[in-house]
């Protein structure tokens, strides 16, 4: 069934949110505002949006280093996000995490990690916490192309599987890792299969089209919360930008990314639906100017915010004793 036209107009807000919130992130970057590694999630939005929409708050996220999309579709305020990517005390992490390392527990988003494959093995544990608890929650364990090469994924499938945890692992494949693509580093291009082996059952969902994304998002999560184990979805996407924000992709022609971007949007596909749906352009436009509203309020909330204390050098950290 179709969403009704209230939940797609929330959809494309929240779409619409992290592809100007991105976009502002990439000119601050180069005005040097941000340091350190910067991973864009344009073109992409339409995963963590439609997944996002079928979980319950008991329900836990972890994701990779392309993390700013799924921070503001679990809720997190765009000013801390954004502080937090300008180094400054309000961040989320005190802005000492920067990019790939913020989170919030409130949120039940447990990061944003720079290690490659690192978040699943953490996600597969924060499924065994729902499942020693007995809370009733899901765990979100995202990941992208690349990372479904990585040994520790494998290890974290043999463990959810045996356990039946309730765990959906996601990838997210825009076709490219860092900057090889699928084709040229990968026996087999149907990722969805990674799981066969364990038992874990697998299904490709067009990650440009909101309406199959919560399709198959909620058969995932109702499988795992009904304690039938984990469940794998590969999401077929796209990044429109670089691996991060010094790739300059030359990987790929410009006729390639403008052909995703004329036939694929995921969030003109919205618009279209909305349309459809007799939204009006006006409405649309209202909805536009309000998250650029709120991208430049989260601007000018980080700009005025100030550095950390010096103190906080020592804050937050593990101190071992010598022998």
Do not use: H
């Given at each position: 069934m179709e969403p009704s036209?209230?939940?797609?107009?929330?959809?494309?807000e929240m779409m619409v949110l992290i592809r100007k919130f991105e976009e502002r992130c990439a000119q601050i970057y180069g005005m040097g505002k941000i340091g350190g590694f910067c991973h864009l999630y344009i073109g992409q939005e339409a995963v963590v949006v439609g997944m996002q929409s079928v979980i319950e708050p008991i329900d836990s996220v972890i994701t990779s280093y392309r993390d700013h999309g799924h921070m503001l579709a679990c809720g997190m305020d765009s000013g801390g996000v954004l502080a937090e990517l300008m180094g400054r005390s309000t961040g989320y992490s005190k802005g000492k995490g920067g990019s790939m390392h913020m989170f919030s527990r409130e949120k039940k988003f447990y990061g944003g990690h720079g290690i490659v494959g690192a978040q699943v093995s953490l996600g597969t544990g924060l499924a065994f916490a729902h499942k020693y608890t007995q809370d009733g929650g899901v765990c979100?364990?995202?990941m992208g192309d690349g990372a479904a090469h990585q040994g520790q994924v494998y290890e974290s499938f043999n463990m959810a599987a045996l356990w039946k945890l309730p765990v959906v692992y996601i990838i997210e494949n825009n076709e490219y890792s860092m900057?090889?693509?699928?084709?040229?580093?990968?026996?087999?291009?149907?990722?969805?299969t990674r799981g066969e082996s364990y038992g874990i059952p697998g299904e490709q969902v067009d990650g440009m089209d909101i309406l199959a994304i919560i399709a198959a998002g909620k058969r995932a999560v109702e499988r795992a919360?009904?304690?039938?184990?984990?469940i794998l979805l590969e999401m077929k996407t796209y990044r429109y930008r670089g691996h991060s924000m010094s790739d300059p992709a030359k990987y790929r022609s410009k006729e390639e990314v403008d052909d995703v971007k004329n036939t694929k949007d995921p969030i003109e596909k919205v618009r279209a639906l909305l349309l459809k749906q007799g939204v009006s352009e006006k409405d649309l436009e209202e909805?536009?100017?309000?998250?650029?509203?709120?991208?430049?309020?989260?601007v000018e909330f980080s700009e005025n915010s100030p550095e950390p204390d010096e103190a906080e050098l020592w804050t937050d950290i593990l101190v071992g004793e010598s022998a």
């Open positions: 036209k209230e939940a797609l107009k929330s959809y494309f979100l364990a995202y900057g090889t693509s699928v084709a040229r580093c990968s026996a087999t291009a149907n990722l969805s919360r009904a304690g039938e184990g984990p909805i536009e100017d309000k998250v650029k509203a709120e991208v430049l309020k989260a």
